[in-house]
């Protein structure tokens, strides 16, 4: 899709509304002028009436506003038209060429959906979807929409300053987000110190680290020790230091964003939810989708619903990249983890179908295809993305 082209026609429609609204505007102030002056000539004693009136209509045919006004608006449906054609060249509204008839199992997607909503909070739509696609009430979607749901008052809680339901949740969780090497726990006592110490109160500051911080002392000793420094700036903390770390708001916004990572990382779901992933991706592909519909599948004469795989690449980007994909160069075949990449002495990467049949034997060496050093299959090594 050229945006650039998109851009020129845009603003050449803009250009045009820009000069029309121009020309409007000075044709009814011309109009508006001559009719001001016609009252002011009728106000006075001694005037001619018939007169005034009969200059004024010649007046106005000469300005004929009329006629500007219908070439002005006409020059203006011109452009607007040509824009309309070009963004119907490079936007197909028939979104239907892209679709692929699936078979989806119905009860998944209505999970699914109804998960996106109670993981956004919006637990009373959930239920209302539930009910309307006639889904069972599983005892496991009530316990996930409460766990949800609680996610959401810890979050709103910390927008307002309130950092107690997460230090409860965190203390409750510390082991689990020990293992997931997050220091959460920590940032938030941070946050609590912090708002504790901007209140020039240097001594419950100094409580508080002896109280709460003791039980995570030994695990973030450098991290207490710039706390008990904090204590020096009490009553001017804005001034120190660590002002731009601490008190920025985006500082809090990296906690709430990985406070949510870490909850929903703790219930076993992703970060970012599955249906909203799959209609970014979708939206993404969908240009390329419909290109290959309309020109490559147009020349080649072939049905969409009969192919196995596409004809071209599918560039979605690295956000929507969830596994491997690492493409052996001999087999042209994607990774896996039956078939995992395979490092050799040399340097050189293939899959382990590859290597296994340029040896045909583990006791025997065999030649990369690609330089003309020798490895044997005990050399090479498992290569994890």
Same mark, same amino acid.
């Given at each position: 899709?050229?945006?650039?082209?998109?851009?020129d026609a845009f603003d050449r429609a803009s250009k045009k509304q820009k000069?029309?609204?121009?020309?409007?505007?000075?044709?009814?102030?011309?109009?508006? +002028?001559?009719?001001?002056?016609?009252?002011?000539?009728?106000?006075?004693?001694?005037?001619?009436?018939?007169?005034?009136?009969?200059?004024? +209509?010649?007046?106005?045919?000469?300005?004929?506003? !009329?006629?500007?006004?219908?070439?002005?608006?006409?020059?203006?449906?011109?452009?607007?038209?040509?824009?309309?054609?070009?963004?119907?060249?490079?936007?197909?509204?028939?979104?239907?060429?892209?679709?692929?008839?699936?078979?989806?199992?119905?009860?998944?997607?209505n999970q699914i959906i109804a998960t996106h909503l109670y993981r956004h909070?919006?637990?009373?739509?959930?239920?209302?979807?539930?009910?309307?696609?006639?889904?069972?009430?599983?005892?496991?979607?009530?316990?996930?929409?409460?766990?949800?749901?609680?996610?959401?008052?810890? &979050?709103?809680?910390? +927008?307002?300053?309130?950092?107690?339901?997460?230090?409860?949740?965190?203390?409750?969780?510390?082991?689990?987000?020990?293992?997931?090497?997050?220091?959460?726990?920590?940032?938030?006592?941070?946050?609590? /110190?912090?708002?504790?110490? #901007?209140?020039?109160?240097?001594? #419950?500051? =100094?409580?508080?680290?002896?109280?709460?911080?003791?039980?995570?002392?030994?695990?973030?000793?450098?991290?207490?020790?710039?706390? !008990?420094?904090?204590? &020096?700036?009490?009553?001017?903390?804005?001034?120190?230091?660590?002002?731009?770390?601490?008190?920025?708001?985006?500082?809090?916004?990296?906690?709430?964003?990985?406070?949510?990572?870490?909850?929903?990382?703790? @219930?076993?779901?992703?970060?970012?939810?599955? =249906?909203?992933?799959?209609?970014?991706?979708?939206?993404?592909?969908?240009?390329? &989708?419909?290109?290959?519909?309309?020109?490559?599948?147009?020349?080649?004469?072939?049905?969409?619903?009969?192919?196995?795989? @596409?004809? !071209?690449? &599918?560039? =979605? %980007?690295?956000?929507?990249?969830?596994?491997?994909? /690492?493409?052996?160069?001999?087999?042209?075949? #994607?990774?896996?983890?039956?078939?995992?990449?395979?490092? !050799?002495?040399? %340097?050189?990467?293939?899959?382990?179908?590859?290597?296994?049949?340029?040896?045909?034997?583990?006791?025997?060496?065999?030649?990369?295809?690609?330089?003309?050093?020798?490895? /044997?299959?005990?050399?090479?090594?498992?290569?994890?993305?």
């Amino acid at each position: 899709m050229e945006l650039s082209t998109l851009k020129d026609a845009f603003d050449r429609a803009s250009k045009k509304q820009k000069v029309s609204s121009s020309k409007v505007q000075e044709v009814i102030d011309q109009v508006g +002028r001559e009719i001001e002056s016609a009252i002011l000539k009728l106000q006075s004693v001694d005037s001619d009436q018939k007169s005034i009136f009969i200059d004024l +209509r010649n007046k106005l045919v000469e300005i004929s506003p !009329m006629s500007q006004l219908e070439g002005s608006q006409k020059d203006l449906h011109i452009g607007l038209s040509k824009y309309a054609r070009i963004l119907e060249k490079h936007f197909n509204p028939d979104i239907s060429k892209a679709y692929r008839n699936v078979d989806f199992d119905s009860h998944t997607v209505n999970q699914i959906i109804a998960t996106h909503l109670y993981r956004h909070g919006l637990s009373d739509l959930g239920d209302f979807f539930m009910h309307e696609s006639k889904e069972p009430s599983v005892i496991a979607n009530a316990a996930l929409k409460l766990q949800f749901l609680e996610m959401y008052k810890i &979050l709103d809680a910390m +927008r307002s300053r309130n950092l107690e339901p997460a230090l409860n949740w965190a203390a409750t969780h510390r082991d689990q987000l020990l293992q997931n090497g997050s220091k959460l726990e920590l940032k938030l006592q941070q946050l609590q /110190f912090v708002e504790i110490l #901007q209140k020039q109160d240097k001594k #419950q500051a =100094l409580a508080y680290v002896r109280g709460h911080l003791a039980p995570i002392a030994s695990i973030h000793k450098v991290e207490i020790q710039k706390l !008990m420094t904090c204590l &020096l700036w009490a009553g001017r903390f804005d001034q120190s230091p660590y002002a731009d770390e601490l008190l920025s708001e985006t500082h809090w916004d990296k906690i709430i964003e990985e406070l949510t990572q870490q909850y929903c990382s703790l @219930l076993g779901h992703s970060y970012e939810s599955p =249906l909203s992933v799959a209609v970014a991706a979708g939206f993404q592909g969908l240009p390329t &989708l419909l290109k290959m519909a309309s020109v490559v599948m147009a020349a080649k004469k072939q049905e969409w619903q009969e192919m196995k795989q @596409l004809p !071209m690449p &599918l560039d =979605l %980007g690295r956000e929507f990249q969830f596994h491997s994909s /690492f493409v052996c160069p001999v087999l042209r075949e #994607q990774g896996n983890k039956e078939n995992p990449p395979m490092l !050799m002495p040399c %340097g050189h990467v293939l899959s382990k179908q590859s290597i296994l049949k340029l040896s045909k034997s583990s006791s025997r060496a065999f030649k990369c295809p690609y330089c003309p050093l020798e490895s /044997f299959v005990t050399q090479c090594r498992e290569l994890h993305f």
